[in-house]
């Protein structure tokens, strides 16, 4: 806790004036001006209380030893254990820029639009649970200097042929890219780093403690080699658009792709820095998962997990549905073989997108994306990086082979739709054997992707005993029969069509439930690593 120097009172910083501020006497310092006696330039490290979360083993830092009872990453409202300690003094910090009631009015603008979130998301006792805390970064400084050679080439027209020339750009190259930053914790998911990027690192301040007093601090843990092959890209992406768009050579030159660039462009990294960046942060409990919510604390830029309210989505489809269905009954007529082709296509399409939903689940909960927790994991367990090069290869074809699929079952479904509503006697249309063709390979399809979604399902909630997909599947099977029986009366397609529709809506109440699964994260489980919690 930082003293004020005319009373004694608390200091705390104040993000209007950037000042330090009395809490008693209203008087403001410079954060540069008060400094413990530990504090000095000289010293690498300062003192800090740790606080750390006994349900996920989360930690972070302050520069207070006020008593912290609420868990941030984790949600739990539990009193922290705390313990003093000394930490390693980063290079630099930006202090926050935007207040907490700058932070709920961003935060609440993302809300205005999004009408099917749970009213405990927009609650004001919720809303002002903004805690602001610094996130750890690495700032890399990358240069360019040397000698360039670059291939580039220009095509002309001569006579009846395409002339290519190619050329070699020779030049001297001498740029400096500093402050390319990627967070530095594995506590805080690169995703979301990302959504609120970027920094105005322009803005970088000298790091002194008295910057954090009534704010809180994560520490690094992720190594600075893990995104400096990406930071060395940026720079060089950014070199390299610059010689395209400045060079001296006439239009029409064409640079050839090189992928060394690295190598053509002399980049090296000349030093990395570490900083504190600020980040409000928010999160939302639901039994074992968990919503946050982050602020970037200079920009305002906002990232939120947003889960749906399942009555609220009801109510507005079937508000939305009455117009649709009385829109479509006025410019069409719907023959009972349409109506149940629709209600079996939908079936389909919900049985597809429940699948992929589940794999999305699976990737987002392995944390694939999130580098840092990746390669902090890889440390402890001393993982083996082909096996992920491997693995990596395989994830990209099953990608491109389940998109191919997709492709070529929505053409086929396009092409048959068109031939059913076609007139009765038309050379496309179809017959009754065709009609059962069609109908039997879509439920088919639709055995296959549900049989898959098993084994997802499986990974995602064990204790599950069918993926919610079953009521499409069931509707599948209630169309084709009645194609096999094909009865007289028109009663009975529209039955099915009736029978298959409340099904259906079995398997989109289960689409959405899982999709706030998407939406949500499972509770952290740091162990050893260090995470984030804050205070009430």
């Not at 805390?133 to 580039?152: E, F, K, N, S």
């Not at 602020?295 to 305002?300: A, F, I, K, L």
């Not at 063709?437 to 049989?451: A, E, K, P, Q």
């Not at 809506?505 to 919690?533: C, E, H, K, V, W």
């Amino acid at each position: 806790m930082y003293q004020c120097p005319s009373c004694g009172g608390g200091l705390v910083f104040d993000i209007p004036t950037q000042q330090l501020s009395c809490e008693h006497c209203d008087s403001k310092f410079d954060p540069y001006e008060i400094n413990k006696e530990s504090d000095a330039e000289s010293q690498q490290y300062y003192d800090v209380t740790v606080f750390t979360c006994p349900q996920c083993g989360g930690e972070i830092i302050s520069s207070d030893n006020t008593a912290a009872n609420f868990c941030s990453f984790c949600g739990a409202s539990t009193i922290l254990t705390s313990r003093l300690s000394k930490e390693k003094r980063p290079n630099y910090i930006i202090p926050f820029k935007k207040t907490k009631e700058d932070c709920k009015k961003e935060y609440l603008k993302t809300l205005r639009h999004a009408i099917f979130t749970p009213k405990e998301l927009k609650s004001p006792a919720y809303i002002d649970e903004f805690r602001g805390i610094y996130m750890p970064y690495w700032a890399y400084h990358i240069t360019h200097r040397g000698t360039v050679c670059l291939d580039c080439s220009r095509s002309h027209r001569q006579g009846d042929y395409i002339c290519t020339d190619h050329y070699k750009l020779y030049g001297d190259l001498n740029s400096s890219h500093k402050g390319i930053s990627y967070d530095a914790s594995s506590s805080f998911d690169d995703t979301i780093s990302e959504r609120i990027a970027p920094y105005d690192v322009k803005n970088m301040n000298r790091f002194t403690p008295s910057f954090l007093s009534g704010f809180y601090a994560d520490t690094n843990d992720v190594d600075a080699g893990i995104y400096q092959p990406d930071a060395i890209k940026i720079a060089n992406q950014s070199a390299y658009k610059y010689i395209k768009s400045n060079t001296s050579l006439n239009s029409g030159v064409r640079f050839d792709t090189n992928n060394n660039l690295t190598d053509k462009l002399h980049a090296r990294c000349e030093h990395v820095d570490t900083a504190m960046f600020p980040v409000w942060f928010l999160s939302y409990r639901n039994r074992d998962r968990v919503a946050y919510a982050t602020v970037n604390g200079q920009t305002g830029k906002v990232s939120a997990d947003l889960p749906v309210s399942i009555g609220k989505y009801m109510i507005g489809s079937i508000i939305l549905a009455i117009p649709i269905f009385i829109l479509l009954n006025m410019l069409f007529t719907l023959r009972p073989t349409i109506t149940l082709t629709i209600t079996s296509i939908l079936a389909l399409l919900s049985i597809i997108l429940y699948h992929i939903e589940l794999g999305q689940i699976i990737r987002k909960d392995s944390h694939e994306n999130d580098r840092g927790l990746i390669a902090a994991q890889q440390k402890k367990a001393n993982n083996d990086n082909n096996n992920n090069n491997n693995r990596n290869r395989k994830k990209s074809t099953s990608k491109t082979s389940v998109a191919m699929i997709f492709s070529l079952l929505i053409a086929f479904i396009v092409f048959n739709v068109v031939r059913i509503i076609l007139p009765v006697g038309h050379p496309l249309n179809f017959n009754l054997t065709g009609k059962l063709i069609f109908f039997g390979i879509i439920t088919i399809l639709g055995l296959i992707v549900w049989s898959l979604s098993i084994k997802k399902q499986k990974k995602v909630t064990p204790n599950s005993v069918l993926p919610g997909s079953f009521g499409a599947l069931l509707a599948l099977f209630i169309a084709t029969i009645i194609q096999i029986i094909n009865p007289v009366s028109d009663l009975y397609f529209y039955g099915a069509c009736i029978l298959s529709l409340i099904t259906i809506m079995f398997s989109l109440i289960n689409l959405i439930r899982y999709y706030n699964i998407l939406a949500t994260r499972r509770l952290p489980q740091f162990d050893n690593y260090r995470g984030g919690n804050d205070s009430a």
